[in-house]
């Protein structure tokens, strides 16, 4: 019989930074959900990769002295090492800057624009650089983007528009007619009341202010926006092109599942369905909008100081261990966390002290006992075998329930309570007492069978989540193959055990806490001698050169078209007004300033800034995050400073 297609994918990451685990989470998921279809006999295609275009990619490269290209080329490797590292299972890692990407993409937009769903416009509003997003004023919380709660800047050019609200009610009809593409429900109806219900705007899908990007072969100075350029890749990365797919997007496409965070369910629920609704082809089956793992109390951020990769955490201890904490950690509808502290609590009382420690002593009683081979003696068991062998069956039961629903936490939990109860059941049984009497070999060895039986049904279980694991344990049990549908209880009649070997050592909690915080402390001092680099010497004759007077800020006023000057006027001293451009106005106001006194580097050369004069240069200092002026309250304007 020919096996079923599953066609699912991962949002693309971003090659702005590397990615930390709470990025990785995405890929983890998604390769726990392929392999599991895989183990249910389903032809699976699995794809990932990168999203490499944009304004922010630009301006990172030029701060690096380098292309676009270059500086995505490193980062996507290194994404790609990380997803390795993962063990994680895809079939291709699509790039944005792939050629047949591109050329489909290019394809895409023209077809788009031919039948009148794309039309030129002129974009005016607010923009958030980091989310790559367009907003309008009403969208805006606190004035800052909705998404990432950081500041948004006016945005006005030239731009071509993908004709959202034509599609509106259509989506609509689809949510109403496939309850389950969106998941959780939650997700679903944030869509339907704060996008759908209030109306849809129209989506820029073309930027001129930048031009790393695709361009649009009809009007080459736009180049393709983000969301369009990114989202396509789902079809493009089978093969698809208006011109004519080829067979692998004959096959697998519609996506059986895309799995996504929270952060993106919009684009991915609405903006993506619509694009595939103009272009006149099915829709995906289902959008698993996942939640995030947070670090502590807060999202992850570099600013933060509170970032961890999981490259890092799996070289150091090992990759499965930071597969079952993602996986484990994660509810389906609610952030996690993790610390430190956290994944070694974790590590050590499910992986080594659960599920390592009962593997090892089986096989190693087994081997003391019996030489290292049981069978099913068909000796008839207690009460208490009656109840290891219903907790496996119904640990099984809720396992399977579980991933059928991606519910990942919940499947984990269910393996998790096996493993407990068979080292509950070694302790009722005390195979060791058993072992001093004859008489009761033949229950010692029914004993043994049982403990067998139960892990190779957990090393089964735990293959999506803990590949490695799993072969590891398959090994020690001399198993050659664990398939789904063996998971009843006595599908093996005999086992001849191989050498026990410890899956996972204990982590000593306290001396690695007390390592990385050295580390941490260390690397804090390096960051700030390496942030206190001073320029080079120079003489006295050279300081006196630079005349510093006291000023008295007496009005400010923002510099139109200029998000970062202020026009500062002072009174210094000399009975004629003086102006001077100052790049603070990120971090004050105007008000905050008038009447205050501050440094002034009076004999410096004029220059024109945004349309204003500016002649002289206030002292601040700069912490890296914040500007802070240097006031001298008090001073007679015109003093000088020494």
């Given at each position: 019989?020919?096996?079923?297609?599953?066609?699912?994918?991962?949002?693309?990451?971003?090659?702005?930074?590397?990615?930390?685990?709470?990025?990785?989470?995405?890929?983890?998921?998604?390769?726990?959900?392929?392999?599991?279809?895989?183990?249910?006999?389903?032809?699976?295609?699995?794809?990932?990769?990168?999203?490499?275009?944009?304004?922010?990619?630009?301006?990172?490269?030029?701060?690096?002295?380098?292309?676009?290209?270059?500086?995505?080329?490193?980062?996507?490797?290194?994404?790609?090492?990380?997803?390795?590292?993962?063990?994680?299972?895809?079939?291709?890692?699509?790039?944005?800057?792939?050629?047949?990407?591109?050329?489909?993409?290019?394809?895409?937009?023209?077809?788009?624009?031919?039948?009148?769903?794309?039309?030129?416009?002129?974009?005016?509003?607010?923009?958030?650089?980091?989310?790559?997003?367009?907003?309008?004023?009403?969208?805006?919380?606190?004035?800052?983007?909705?998404?990432?709660?950081?500041?948004?800047?006016?945005?006005?050019?030239?731009?071509?528009?993908?004709?959202?609200?034509?599609?509106?009610?259509?989506?609509?009809?689809?949510?109403?007619?496939?309850?389950?593409?969106?998941?959780?429900?939650?997700?679903?109806?944030?869509?339907?009341?704060?996008?759908?219900?209030?109306?849809?705007?129209?989506?820029?899908?073309?930027?001129?202010?930048?031009?790393?990007?695709?361009?649009?072969?009809?009007?080459?100075?736009?180049?393709?926006?983000?969301?369009?350029?990114?989202?396509?890749?789902?079809?493009?990365?089978?093969?698809?092109?208006?011109?004519?797919?080829?067979?692998?997007?004959?096959?697998?496409?519609?996506?059986?599942?895309?799995?996504?965070?929270?952060?993106?369910?919009?684009?991915?629920?609405?903006?993506?369905?619509?694009?595939?609704?103009?272009?006149?082809?099915?829709?995906?089956?289902?959008?698993?909008g996942h939640p995030w793992l947070l670090s502590g109390e807060d999202k992850m951020s570099k600013s933060k100081g509170n970032v961890l990769y999981a490259d890092d955490l799996a070289k150091k201890y090992g990759t499965d261990a930071v597969r079952y904490y993602l996986l484990s950690e994660i509810p389906f509808a609610q952030d996690g966390t993790i610390t430190y502290e956290s994944f070694?609590?974790?590590?050590?009382?499910?992986?080594?002290?659960?599920?390592?420690?009962?593997?090892?002593?089986?096989?190693?009683?087994?081997?003391?006992?019996?030489?290292?081979?049981?069978?099913?003696?068909?000796?008839?068991?207690?009460?208490?075998?009656?109840?290891?062998?219903?907790?496996?069956a119904q640990a099984v039961k809720r396992y399977t329930e579980c991933m059928d629903l991606y519910h990942n936490a919940e499947a984990a939990d269910a393996i998790l309570s096996l493993a407990k109860r068979c080292n509950k059941y070694i302790?009722?049984?005390?195979?060791?007492?058993?072992?001093?009497?004859?008489?009761?070999?033949?229950?010692?060895?029914?004993?043994?069978?049982?403990?067998?039986?139960?892990?190779?049904?957990?090393?089964?279980?735990?293959?999506?989540?803990?590949?490695?694991?799993?072969?590891?344990?398959?090994?020690?049990?001399?198993?050659?193959?664990?398939?789904?549908?063996?998971?009843?209880?006595?599908?093996?009649?005999?086992?001849?055990?191989?050498?026990?070997?410890?899956?996972?050592?204990?982590?000593?909690?306290?001396?690695?806490?007390?390592?990385?915080?050295?580390?941490?402390?260390?690397?804090?001092?390096?960051?700030?001698?390496?942030?206190?680099?001073?320029?080079?010497?120079?003489?006295?004759?050279?300081?006196?050169?630079?005349?510093?007077?006291?000023?008295?800020?007496?009005?400010?006023?923002?510099?139109?078209?200029?998000?970062?000057?202020?026009?500062?006027?002072?009174?210094?001293?000399?009975?004629?007004?003086?102006?001077?451009?100052?790049?603070?106005?990120?971090?004050?106001?105007?008000?905050?300033?008038?009447?205050?006194?501050?440094?002034?580097?009076?004999?410096?050369?004029?220059?024109?800034?945004?349309?204003?004069?500016?002649?002289?240069?206030?002292?601040?200092?700069?912490?890296?995050?914040?500007?802070?002026?240097?006031?001298?309250?008090?001073?007679?304007?015109?003093?000088?400073?020494?």
């Amino acid at each position: 019989m020919e096996n079923k297609k599953f066609y699912i994918t991962t949002a693309i990451a971003y090659t702005s930074r590397k990615p930390h685990i709470g990025n990785a989470y995405d890929i983890v998921l998604a390769d726990m959900i392929a392999r599991y279809k895989r183990m249910q006999g389903y032809d699976v295609h699995f794809l990932t990769g990168s999203d490499e275009h944009g304004q922010k990619i630009q301006q990172y490269a030029e701060e690096q002295g380098v292309s676009p290209k270059e500086y995505v080329d490193g980062i996507a490797a290194q994404i790609k090492d990380v997803w390795d590292t993962l063990n994680t299972s895809y079939d291709r890692f699509i790039r944005t800057t792939d050629a047949d990407h591109e050329s489909a993409v290019q394809a895409i937009f023209k077809k788009l624009y031919e039948q009148g769903d794309i039309y030129k416009g002129k974009y005016e509003g607010k923009y958030c650089v980091p989310c790559e997003s367009f907003f309008t004023p009403s969208q805006l919380k606190d004035g800052k983007c909705p998404d990432c709660g950081r500041e948004v800047v006016d945005a006005s050019e030239e731009a071509y528009f993908l004709r959202l609200s034509k599609y509106q009610d259509q989506l609509l009809k689809y949510y109403e007619e496939n309850p389950d593409f969106i998941k959780p429900d939650s997700r679903r109806n944030e869509m339907i009341n704060n996008f759908l219900k209030p109306g849809l705007s129209d989506l820029c899908v073309s930027r001129t202010s930048f031009t790393w990007g695709i361009p649009v072969t009809f009007d080459p100075k736009h180049v393709t926006y983000v969301w369009l350029d990114a989202l396509s890749n789902y079809i493009t990365g089978v093969g698809y092109h208006p011109d004519g797919s080829g067979e692998l997007y004959n096959k697998y496409w519609p996506a059986d599942l895309h799995v996504i965070g929270k952060d993106i369910v919009r684009f991915h629920t609405i903006y993506w369905p619509i694009i595939l609704m103009a272009l006149g082809l099915p829709l995906p089956k289902q959008v698993l909008g996942h939640p995030w793992l947070l670090s502590g109390e807060d999202k992850m951020s570099k600013s933060k100081g509170n970032v961890l990769y999981a490259d890092d955490l799996a070289k150091k201890y090992g990759t499965d261990a930071v597969r079952y904490y993602l996986l484990s950690e994660i509810p389906f509808a609610q952030d996690g966390t993790i610390t430190y502290e956290s994944f070694f609590n974790l590590y050590n009382a499910d992986l080594a002290n659960t599920l390592g420690n009962l593997v090892n002593r089986s096989i190693a009683m087994t081997n003391k006992y019996f030489g290292g081979t049981v069978k099913a003696n068909g000796v008839a068991g207690g009460e208490t075998d009656n109840e290891l062998l219903e907790t496996a069956a119904q640990a099984v039961k809720r396992y399977t329930e579980c991933m059928d629903l991606y519910h990942n936490a919940e499947a984990a939990d269910a393996i998790l309570s096996l493993a407990k109860r068979c080292n509950k059941y070694i302790d009722e049984t005390t195979p060791w007492v058993l072992a001093k009497n004859e008489d009761d070999r033949a229950k010692l060895e029914t004993v043994l069978y049982n403990l067998l039986e139960c892990i190779r049904i957990l090393a089964t279980c735990l293959r999506p989540f803990l590949p490695q694991t799993a072969d590891k344990i398959a090994a020690q049990l001399n198993v050659d193959d664990l398939p789904l549908e063996a998971l009843s209880f006595g599908a093996i009649d005999t086992y001849s055990v191989g050498t026990p070997e410890p899956l996972f050592a204990r982590i000593d909690v306290e001396k690695e806490l007390a390592e990385i915080a050295a580390a941490a402390e260390a690397a804090a001092a390096e960051e700030a001698a390496e942030n206190v680099a001073f320029l080079p010497q120079i003489t006295i004759d050279e300081f006196v050169k630079v005349d510093l007077r006291v000023a008295k800020i007496v009005d400010c006023e923002p510099i139109k078209k200029a998000k970062k000057l202020l026009k500062l006027t002072l009174d210094d001293g000399s009975g004629t007004p003086r102006t001077v451009a100052s790049g603070i106005a990120l971090w004050y106001k105007p008000e905050e300033l008038k009447g205050r006194s501050i440094i002034l580097v009076a004999n410096l050369k004029p220059a024109t800034l945004c349309g204003v004069e500016s002649a002289g240069m206030i002292l601040a200092a700069d912490d890296g995050d914040a500007a802070k002026v240097i006031f001298v309250d008090g001073l007679k304007p015109g003093a000088q400073i020494h």
